[in-house]
């Protein structure tokens, strides 16, 4: 995952009207891809920056101040010990909601443009892009498939040559 949270904020810019890009089917992907671009950078660039503030508030490591003997940690412990630290290492990690907000407000410059969006959001493009319902269809929604060998039914005899 590259966002580090959800956060709502709000985009200062205004609609400029300038030049407006045409989109066709041609262009389409790269415009698309263009916008999601930004958005992706936008996400990583805030979770680098919730991660150096997380890692400068983390306490440093205490070093040990008594030698274990082997009688008082079996050696399942100890392995356990460590599975629990590589786990906790590769898990998500959980950001101050706060923090989340304040970061991407930080970072708000940058986001796509509102003219970018506004295209994008225009209905010329709506027969190039999928409405959310086509989307949830195509991709989230679970599916039903029925093979052709499902319907033939009893199995055919083998061929014999």
Same mark, same amino acid.
């Given at each position: 995952?590259?966002?580090?949270?959800?956060?709502?904020?709000?985009?200062? !810019?205004?609609?400029?009207? !300038?030049?407006?890009?045409?989109? #066709?089917?041609?262009?389409?992907?790269?415009?698309?891809?263009? &916008?999601?671009?930004?958005?992706?950078?936008?996400?990583?660039?805030?979770? #680098?920056?919730?991660?150096?503030?997380?890692?400068?508030?983390?306490?440093?490591?205490?070093?040990? %101040?008594?030698? +274990?003997?082997?009688?008082?940690?079996?050696?399942?412990?100890?392995?356990?010990? =460590?599975?629990?630290?590589?786990?906790?290492?590769? %898990?998500?990690?959980?950001? =101050?909601?706060?923090?989340?907000?304040?970061?991407?407000?930080?970072?708000?410059?940058?986001?796509?443009?509102? =003219? =970018? +969006?506004?295209? &994008?959001?225009?209905?010329?493009?709506?027969?190039?892009?999928? %409405?959310?319902?086509?989307?949830?269809?195509?991709?989230?929604?679970?599916?039903? &498939? +029925?093979?052709?060998?499902?319907? &033939?039914?009893?199995?055919?005899?083998?061929?014999?040559?």
């Amino acid at each position: 995952r590259v966002s580090a949270g959800w956060a709502a904020t709000v985009h200062g !810019g205004k609609l400029a009207g !300038g030049q407006q890009v045409i989109v #066709e089917e041609t262009n389409c992907p790269e415009f698309i891809f263009a &916008l999601y671009n930004k958005l992706v950078l936008m996400c990583a660039k805030v979770r #680098e920056v919730l991660e150096m503030e997380q890692e400068l508030l983390r306490p440093p490591p205490q070093p040990m %101040s008594r030698a +274990v003997s082997k009688s008082s940690k079996t050696a399942e412990e100890f392995a356990s010990q =460590d599975t629990a630290e590589e786990t906790s290492a590769d %898990s998500p990690q959980a950001f =101050d909601p706060a923090s989340v907000q304040e970061a991407y407000r930080k970072a708000s410059d940058m986001l796509p443009t509102v =003219d =970018d +969006v506004a295209i &994008l959001l225009g209905k010329s493009t709506a027969d190039l892009v999928f %409405s959310y319902e086509e989307f949830e269809k195509v991709f989230i929604a679970p599916f039903h &498939l +029925v093979l052709h060998s499902e319907l &033939l039914w009893p199995m055919a005899p083998p061929l014999s040559y």
